[in-house]
Structures are given as structure tokens and as C-alpha cells.
């Protein structure tokens, strides 16, 4: 059993939706940029990290789900994933700022 499972959307739609979408606001760099620290670190048997389709969140993402807790959150650039992967993954305090707060 893992710790933490990481879910990384990385959902895909034409240009010019409403709704927008993780991958045209690089959650695929993201997604990498976890699996691989997670196997540098040596994470791998308590950290999961999982590329997974739509959210339903696209227009907040790049959206990123980490359970057990089930904190959402938008990451707005990658290489903010660090500090959650320091603080929240390494650290066990959730990163408040990149909660994702749906308006």
C-alpha cells in the first residue's frame, strides 16, 4: 500500500474550449517531473504517481489530486510541483496556496 497516490491530469481538448485543459498548460511536465523525483528520492514503494484522464477541473489546472487526504490541487507552473512534493509528499503539510479553489 502507498502512502500517497499523486493523479495527474493530463486531458487533452481542441483549442479554444470553454472548459480548457491540463495538457495545453503543461501538465504533462508536471506529471514527469514527479515520476522522476519520485524514483530519484527513492519514493517509489511509498509514492504513487499516476497519469490519469479528465478531472472535470481543466479550466483550474493543471489539476493534480493527492490522496489519502484528497487535496486538489492547481499547480500553475511546473516546477511548483517541487514545493508540493517537499512539503506535502516528503513533509506531510499540505501546500495551501496551490489548493485548487473553484470560483
Request: glycine share 8%; with cysteine.
Given at each position: 500500500?502507498?502512502?500517497?497516490?499523486?493523479?495527474?491530469?493530463?486531458?487533452?481538448?481542441?483549442?479554444?474550449?470553454?472548459?480548457?485543459?491540463?495538457?495545453?498548460?503543461?501538465?504533462?511536465?508536471?506529471?514527469?517531473?514527479?515520476?522522476k523525483t519520485v524514483h530519484e528520492r527513492?519514493?517509489?514503494?511509498?509514492?504513487?504517481?499516476?497519469?490519469?484522464?479528465?478531472?472535470?477541473?481543466?479550466?483550474?489546472?493543471?489539476?493534480?489530486?493527492?490522496?489519502?487526504?484528497?487535496?486538489?490541487?492547481?499547480?500553475?507552473?511546473?516546477?511548483?510541483?517541487?514545493?508540493?512534493?517537499?512539503?506535502?509528499?516528503?513533509?506531510?503539510?499540505?501546500?495551501?496556496?496551490?489548493?485548487?479553489?473553484?470560483?
Amino acid at each position: 500500500m502507498y502512502k500517497y497516490h499523486i493523479f495527474c491530469c493530463v486531458n487533452q481538448r481542441e483549442p479554444g474550449n470553454p472548459k480548457g485543459c491540463c495538457q495545453s498548460k503543461a501538465s504533462q511536465t508536471t506529471l514527469e517531473f514527479f515520476k522522476k523525483t519520485v524514483h530519484e528520492r527513492g519514493l517509489k514503494k511509498s509514492v504513487r504517481v499516476t497519469e490519469c484522464g479528465c478531472l472535470a477541473a481543466c479550466q483550474f489546472g493543471p489539476s493534480v489530486v493527492v490522496y489519502p487526504e484528497g487535496i486538489w490541487y492547481s499547480i500553475p507552473k511546473p516546477e511548483d510541483a517541487r514545493e508540493i512534493l517537499e512539503k506535502h509528499i516528503m513533509g506531510g503539510e499540505p501546500v495551501e496556496k496551490f489548493f485548487m479553489k473553484k470560483e
